[in-house]
């Protein structure tokens, strides 16, 4: 892609994405032109399958929360949500630029102290003055947290900055990780896509404010607000996915963000249900149900 149409579909993505246009310049992909391609340029889907691999499990985490919850730890990932962030999905990596970069990755990875926080298997690979790059060692994707709003890692190489000694790569998997990963549901390629779909747009709103993912906390289209509870319940069963979840986002809004003609996960359709809505990608349907989840 030449560089102005780059630089503009890179200004395009971060009007959808609270991304700068610089953040969003590296995630950008090479394709030719055309409605049918703008999706998949904005690069927002496009990465390896590892990337995509990691970006599903976190969604596992994220969106199971509460009592209900099905994610097998006794912490889930939610609360990294609560954190004023922003996600930017590169091909081969996955960049969360925020305010507070260490908090948020203190409830990515987990320490001696706290072994039951965070992903499995997720470890800090490198530490810098305020970021960190992380690797998952079971998929060897890797992600960076980093306080720097254009997502760059400042200064030099920094051990010190890790003081609450999180886990680093020279840490294995444990045996409690092995069995906590062993007890997720297993993806097919399809249930993958749409789930890191729905890690990627954590931050996505439409540029007139007509809808607004919010990081699932919080709605900023001056409506009523859905609850407070924040309970969240996302079953996988092979290419079935359901999603229970009791405060916002609007359930329009969180459809909006997968099927907008721009920012939209490619070849995603929804219906509405006497209940919430269907999303289908490929073989992949995903059942939401805006209300909390009923046993």
Request: charged share 20%.
């Amino acid at each position: 892609m030449p560089a102005s149409p780059r630089r503009h579909a890179a200004r395009l993505r971060a009007a959808y994405t609270r991304e700068t246009p610089s953040l969003a310049a590296p995630g950008i992909s090479r394709c030719d032109r055309g409605v049918a391609s703008l999706r998949s340029s904005l690069g927002l889907d496009a990465c390896t399958a590892p990337q995509r691999r990691l970006r599903a499990l976190l969604a596992l985490g994220m969106f199971n929360h509460g009592p209900t919850s099905l994610w097998p730890r006794r912490i889930s990932l939610a609360d990294v949500t609560r954190y004023s962030l922003v996600v930017s999905a590169r091909h081969d990596d996955l960049v969360i630029t925020a305010r507070a970069p260490y908090n948020v990755t203190c409830w990515l990875v987990g320490r001696d102290n706290h072994p039951h926080v965070g992903l499995p298997g997720l470890r800090v690979e490198d530490s810098y003055d305020d970021g960190w790059r992380l690797r998952h060692l079971p998929t060897g994707a890797t992600m960076t947290v980093t306080g720097h709003r254009h997502g760059h890692l400042q200064g030099p190489h920094d051990p010190g900055s890790n003081s609450y000694c999180l886990w680093t790569t020279d840490v294995p998997v444990n045996d409690e990780e092995h069995a906590r990963l062993n007890v997720l549901p297993d993806l097919t390629d399809d249930t993958e896509t749409l789930l890191a779909a729905l890690t990627v747009r954590l931050c996505a709103h439409a540029p007139d404010g007509s809808w607004d993912v919010g990081l699932w906390y919080y709605d900023l289209t001056d409506r009523p607000k859905r609850g407070h509870a924040h309970h969240r319940r996302l079953l996988v069963d092979g290419d079935q996915c359901t999603l229970h979840w009791d405060s916002d986002p609007h359930p329009e809004d969180l459809v909006a963000a997968l099927t907008d003609p721009v920012i939209g996960l490619p070849g995603a359709v929804a219906r509405p249900t006497f209940d919430g809505w269907l999303l289908q990608y490929g073989r992949a349907c995903l059942t939401a149900h805006p209300a909390a989840y009923q046993p």
